[in-house]
């Protein structure tokens, strides 16, 4: 693969074999002053990440010359290297999400052979097929699954014998979540002590931002209950939401179930999904009331803890999560305020059991 095509799409397998015909030690990124913009560069990466999200641009350098290539490349680990020293959630979702709208906008200017061949790397079936592309029909479940606009729907779709066949910017549009989901899988990667120190002035700097970017979270109280009380799960919920990031069903049938038992009315958690990107307003009314009781029959409960991990939508959780009663994200909410002024005791149990 040409080397430009590299560093635009660093994550390519052919970019660490480069690297390593090179000689490049990652000891010698995280010290030498000859890879001063590398590291610029990838720190640039986290940091137009964490503020912009999915409306992040990367300006691409000129990279006629190795000397503006290799930096683009080297930026990639670099990134992943301070995203690692972290290791927080949200980071890596956002960090990963970016990454995947910087591929989009990519790709548009690539032809169809080297979508099809990115595409493969990263496990799917993807062909150039009639002016556009067509995926087998599990490749495009698999990453258009939280994507809720009836667009995308597989039964709206055109089928062919297995696969679904898309215009060139739809295709382009799984690609992005083909290349988010690659990315997220892949961190945080292990770290040791050499790399947390050569990048502890970068990462000092992306905690600083991040926990100011978090601490609008706490900011925004929703109605009479507290942000700083959520399990990780919901809070990661929450962020996402408000991170404009699509939610899954589960997600949003927990994080409603969720606000609903703490004491928030329909219209605030109607308002928490204002800016949700496939938001309607009558369809989310109407969910809202019927998971609340309001409309129907049934008031749903908030699931327990190992359904959240049966969703695939906990987080892994904290040391208050890992208690061997803590078995409920209400548990968790109701408990964590004893626990704190406890000193974090680990054997006492909740007053209540959820």
């Known amino acids: 693969m040409d080397s430009r095509r590299l560093a635009r799409f660093p994550y390519v397998k052919e970019a660490s074999g480069y690297l390593k015909e090179k000689g490049i030690e990652i000891a010698d990124v995280l010290r030498d002053d000859a890879y001063r913009r ?33 930096p683009e490349i080297l930026a990639y680990p670099v990134a992943r290297m301070i ?22 906008a990519r790709l548009n ?9 990115l595409a ?13 592309f067509r995926i087998h029909f599990t490749d495009f479940l698999r990453h258009t699954s939280a994507m809720r606009e009836k ?30 989901r690659h990315i997220e899988s892949q961190l945080p990667r292990p770290v040791n002590d050499a790399i947390i120190d050569a990048l502890r002035p970068e990462t000092d700097q992306v905690k600083t931002l991040l926990a100011s970017r978090k601490e609008r979270f706490k900011a925004e109280e929703l109605g009479k209950v507290s942000i700083t009380r959520f399990p990780p799960c919901m809070y990661n919920l929450l962020a996402s939401i408000q991170n404009h990031e699509n939610v899954p069903h589960t997600g949003r049938f927990a994080i409603v179930t969720f606000l609903h ?4 009315s329909n219209e605030e958690i109607f308002k928490v ?37 049966s969703y695939g939508i906990c987080p892994g959780g904290d040391l208050l999560c890992h208690q061997p009663w803590m078995r409920h994200p209400l548990t968790y ?22």
């Open 273 to 309: 999904f204002g800016d949700v990107p496939d938001f309607a307003a009558d369809v989310t009314r109407y969910q809202i009331d019927h998971i609340t009781g309001t409309i129907s029959a049934t008031e749903y409960s908030t699931p327990e803890c190992a359904t959240m991990k």
């Open 151 to 180: 667009e995308w729907k597989l039964i709206n779709q055109v089928v062919d014998r297995g696969y679904v066949r898309l215009p060139r910017d739809r295709a382009l549009r799984v690609m992005r979540n083909a290349v988010q």
């Open 83 to 104: 995203v690692s020293c972290i290791a927080d959630q949200y980071l890596i979702r956002r960090y990963a999400l970016t990454e995947g709208v910087w591929a989009q």
């Open 120 to 132: 493969a790397e990263l496990g799917l079936d993807l062909q150039p097929a009639d002016g556009g």
């Open 333 to 354: 909410y109701r408990r964590k305020p004893r626990w704190l002024k406890s000193g974090g005791a680990t054997s006492t149990p909740p007053a209540e059991s959820r």
């Open 261 to 264: 038992h703490i004491g928030l």
């Open 109 to 117: 200017r690539e032809d169809p052979p080297f979508v099809a061949a």
């Open 38 to 70: 590398a590291r610029a560069r990838g720190m640039l990466r986290v940091l137009i990440a964490l503020e912009k999200g999915d409306k992040a641009v990367l300006e691409d350098p000129p990279l006629h010359r190795e000397e503006e290539v290799l």
